[in-house]
C-alpha cells in the first residue's frame, strides 16, 4: 500500500518568513495529492490539493509542488501569519475509491 | 454545499459498553464513506472504508468485530465501537465523496469529529 512521510515534524517560523512543508510517497500510482489545515479538535482542512497531470498550483499565499519522478511533493506558506499555526497534513490516494494515506503531520508555529 | 455532520460530537462510556455514531452527508449521496482514527498529536489513521449496500473494508490491524460499519442509506453511515476499553478513547472522524462528482473531483469532505472517552 501507499506510504507517505512528512517533513519536517515541527516547524517554527517569524511572522512574514516563508514555510516549506515536504512529503514523499512510495506509490506511483497516486494521482491526487492534498494538503489539510487542522486546528486542535477540528476538522481537517482542505487548502490545497494537486493532480498528478499538474506540476505546480498556487492559490495566493499557498502553494503546491510535485515531483513525480522523485515521488515527493512540498507545501509552501509565503509571507506566514500567526493564524497560519497549525497541524498540516499531506496524503496521497492513486485508487478510483479515493482512499487516502496521510503523513504524520508538522506543527507549524509563527511568531508575532 | 457538501457538508458533513456527525453526532455525537463527544461521548464518554463506561469501559465495556457500546458506542454508535453518526455520520451523515447532507447536502450530497456518498457511496464511500471513510473512518478515521486520530489520537493525541498523532495523524489520521484510515480504519475502514464504508460502502452504501455492502459490507465495510477494513484497514490491516482493525478489528471489524469491535468496530462495526453500517452505511444503509447514501447519506448516512455509523460506526459503532463495541465493548469499548480506555485504548479505544480518541477522536474519530468520517469523510465522504460527493458521488455526482467522484469520478471528476478526488476532494474528502471531513466531519467534525467525535471525541471518544472510556472511562
Known amino acids: 500500500g501507499e506510504n507517505v512521510e512528512q517533513h519536517p515534524s515541527t516547524l517554527s517560523v517569524q511572522e512574514g518568513d516563508s514555510a516549506v512543508i515536504k512529503c514523499t510517497y512510495s506509490?506511483?500510482?497516486?494521482?491526487?495529492f492534498p494538503w489539510y489545515k487542522q486546528e486542535l479538535g477540528k476538522r481537517p482542512q482542505l487548502i490545497i490539493d494537486?493532480?498528478?497531470?499538474?506540476g505546480e498550483k498556487k492559490d495566493q499565499r499557498i502553494a503546491v509542488t510535485l515531483n513525480k519522478t522523485a515521488k515527493h511533493f512540498s507545501l509552501h506558506i509565503t509571507e506566514t501569519q500567526p493564524e497560519d499555526s497549525a497541524v498540516y497534513f499531506c496524503?496521497?490516494?492513486?485508487?478510483?475509491?479515493?482512499?487516502?494515506?496521510f503523513g504524520q503531520g508538522t506543527i507549524l508555529t509563527v511568531h508575532p | 454545499g457538501a457538508v458533513v455532520s456527525q453526532h455525537p460530537s463527544w461521548v464518554i462510556c463506561k469501559s465495556g459498553t457500546s458506542v454508535k455514531i453518526e455520520c451523515r452527508s447532507l447536502?450530497?449521496?456518498?457511496?464511500?464513506m471513510f473512518w478515521y482514527r486520530q489520537f493525541p498529536k498523532q495523524s489520521l489513521m484510515l480504519m475502514a472504508t464504508?460502502?452504501?449496500?455492502?459490507?465495510?473494508?477494513?484497514e490491516q490491524g482493525v478489528e471489524k468485530d469491535k468496530f462495526l460499519i453500517n452505511h444503509a442509506s447514501l447519506t448516512l453511515s455509523t460506526l459503532t465501537v463495541t465493548s469499548a476499553h480506555p485504548e479505544d478513547s480518541s477522536f474519530y472522524i468520517c469523510?465522504?465523496?460527493?458521488?455526482?462528482?467522484?469520478?471528476?473531483?478526488?476532494?474528502?469532505?471531513f466531519g467534525p469529529g467525535t471525541r471518544l472517552t472510556v472511562l
Open positions: 469523510s465522504a465523496r460527493d458521488l455526482s462528482t467522484s469520478g471528476i473531483i478526488n476532494e474528502q469532505f
Open positions: 506509490d506511483s500510482a497516486s494521482n491526487y
Open positions: 494537486i493532480r498528478s497531470n499538474v
Open positions: 496524503a496521497a490516494t492513486g485508487t478510483s475509491y479515493g482512499k487516502l494515506t
Open positions: 447536502d450530497f449521496q456518498a457511496t464511500t
Open positions: 464504508s460502502n452504501e449496500g455492502s459490507k465495510a473494508t477494513y
